[in-house]
């Protein structure tokens, strides 16, 4: 194991615009560097190129700003103090920030120079972005940006409050989540019954928070001269390798090829569990009533495993967690107070992440601390770029960062586990739940489409349309009998559709991507993990698609792809 006092910790980047000491306080702080930028007489492609790098550096320290708010937010979503710090910045800085940034846009557009630094990699993916921004800026989206993300945070702020009370213990949501996997079926039903009850006390007020939200989305949308909220994400978040109709490909691709496995293991399921009725809170206790897998007790123990699984793969992985783990930038375990979900937040100046989650003690705890530290990989593979906005990759490169450290890890996580059986098990647990998550995903999807192509749709016409996708893209043996609300109800707990709307079909992209970086990985380790790393470290210097063949596989998500991708998964399943 990689020992603190062995670690070199990485130097922050040093300023040359902003004085060393500057620190983000108001928006009358900040103002006059923009000034500079925008007043700054530019004569030269050199010139140019030193304004791009001095607007990256001020970008750079306000993300890390704005970030660390973020971060002292959500670890305590009882803290008013670091709530109100955030909201200063999104209601005070941020929407001062935009129309300026707009008109830096429009600067740097208008230079007669500009066409000279295309020939500099990164440069014309980067140019590309600037105008699609100025092409679909809008003034009146600033205040209405700043109210949608106000909104958005109460999502944590309900689900963070959010537990249960079990045989007299108060837990969070995971935490309880933990008894799903009880070999006691009544101790399981009891958790799911208690989990989904606590989730319909809010659905009202989630409800009409997510319709606000859409109004608000769909406003934006029509400001900006599109359609519908749908076209103006796609435009927003740079989908400039596929469509929405790519989309709609793949949810029936999904449907056609994953949906079919998905019964499979099901069937098995249910008869090895020897179940007349296979109900949702038998899904993830192991089929062979074996107890739940313990891969590590505390946060301490999971983060040190999970150095050395790293430092096994490569010894330059494993130094990245260890950094990480002596700078104080992992918050793991689930508490009380603490918003849901899990993240690696970039900080663009430090050049070192920070790692959140809601650990317990089960498996999927693991493979989220080996997800995140995969985006953490890809935050220190990129730290070096010239420009903050080459750093700044498009959600199908992030995840497959991500979602391709789950499965190339999988070589060490009997560093996790005793005994072969149970690292088997692991291994054939989170496989299949690669399985089941890619349905899911394409549901999420589904459902999104139809909402912000539906922007004036009633509640209850949402709901109609939930449950009737709903069985497309689930099992058609779990009986939901006499659950008809839960099930209706299911998509609430899906934090992207209220936080980071569309961000969320890119887990399916990316999970195919991953499991070719896989099968690149078995079939030859050191040129599978030289593949990776070389995809990574690019950065957002050439297109998604450009990205995916540096690491030697395809962006692409057609149903034969798709299928010889799954057979692949199947085989490595049958080997467990």
């Known amino acids: ?104 846009n429009k600067k740097a557009l208008a230079s007669s120079y500009l066409k000279e630094l295309k020939a500099v990699e990164g440069y014309p993916i980067m140019i590309r972005e600037l105008e699609k ?32 009370e079990i045989n007299g213990q108060e837990m969070t949501l995971p935490q309880a989540g933990n008894l799903l996997e009880s070999t006691d079926r009544e101790v399981r039903e009891d958790a799911w019954q208690k989990i989904s009850h606590r989730r319909l006390q809010d659905k009202e007020e989630l409800d009409t928070l997510y319709t606000k939200l859409i109004s608000i989305r769909h406003q934006m949308a029509k400001n900006a001269d599109f359609k519908n909220y749908r076209d103006y994400m796609f435009s927003a978040m740079g989908r400039f390798d596929y469509t929405p109709e790519d989309c709609f490909q793949f949810h029936q691709a999904v449907e056609k090829e994953v949906v079919p496995m998905l019964n499979e293991l099901s069937v098995r399921r249910k008869i090895t569990l020897q179940l007349g009725e296979l109900r949702p809170w038998d899904k993830a206790v192991d089929p062979a009533g074996l107890p739940p897998l313990k891969p590590f007790a505390t946060a301490k123990e999971l983060t040190d495993k999970t150095v050395r699984c790293f430092n096994k793969l490569d010894t330059y992985l494993g130094e990245r967690i260890a950094i990480m783990q002596a700078m104080g930038h992992l918050d793991l375990e689930s508490r009380k107070g603490k918003a849901p979900g899990g993240y690696n937040y970039p900080l663009s100046e430090t050049g070192v992440p920070f790692i959140f989650m809601n650990a317990t003690s089960n498996l999927r705890d693991m493979v989220t601390i080996l997800h995140e530290g995969g985006h953490a990989v890809h935050s220190f593979l990129t730290r070096d770029l010239e420009l903050v906005n080459f750093q700044h990759v498009p959600s199908e490169i992030a995840e497959l960062a991500s979602m391709s450290m789950e499965l190339i890890s999988m070589d060490y996580w009997e560093l996790f586990f005793d005994n072969e059986e149970d690292l088997n098990r692991a291994k054939r647990e989170h496989l299949e739940q690669i399985i089941g998550t890619l349905p899911w995903v394409a549901l999420i999807d589904k459902f999104q489409h139809w909402v912000y192509e539906h922007p004036e749709h009633s509640i209850e016409e949402r709901l109609d349309y939930w449950n009737s996708i709903f069985e497309a893209f689930s099992d058609n043996i779990t009986d939901w009998r006499g659950l008809e609300t839960e099930k209706s109800y299911l998509w ?37 993990l030289e593949g990776y790393k070389n995809a990574l470290q690019l950065g957002y210097t050439q297109s998604i698609s450009e990205v995916y063949e540096a690491a030697h596989i395809k962006f692409d998500f057609s149903p034969n792809y798709i299928s010889s991708l799954m057979r692949f998964v199947r085989d490595e399943l049958d080997k467990l």
């Open 1 to 104: 194991m990689i020992e603190q006092q062995d670690i070199t910790l990485p130097p922050k980047r040093v300023r040359i615009f902003l004085p060393q000491t500057f620190e983000v306080t108001t928006w009358e702080a900040v103002k006059p560097y923009f000034d500079n930028l925008l007043d700054r007489k530019i004569s030269s492609a050199e010139e140019l190129r030193k304004w791009f790098a001095d607007r990256s550096e001020l970008e750079a320290v306000l993300s890390e700003n704005l970030g660390w708010r973020y971060i002292h937010m959500t670890c305590d979503t009882t803290d008013e103090q670091a709530r109100e710090s955030f909201n200063e910045f999104i209601t005070q800085i941020e929407p001062k920030i935009a129309p300026v940034s707009n008109e830096l």
């Open 133 to 164: 921004d100025a092409k679909i800026f809008r003034e009146a989206n600033v205040p209405l940006s700043t109210e949608e993300q106000q909104e958005a945070q109460k999502f944590g702020v309900i689900s963070g409050a959010m537990t249960v």
């Open 492 to 528: 609430q707990k899906q934090l992207h559709l209220y936080e980071v709307p569309f961000y969320y079909i890119e887990y399916g992209f990316a999970q195919l991507g991953a499991i070719a970086v896989w099968k690149n990985y078995r079939n030859n380790p050191e040129k599978g």
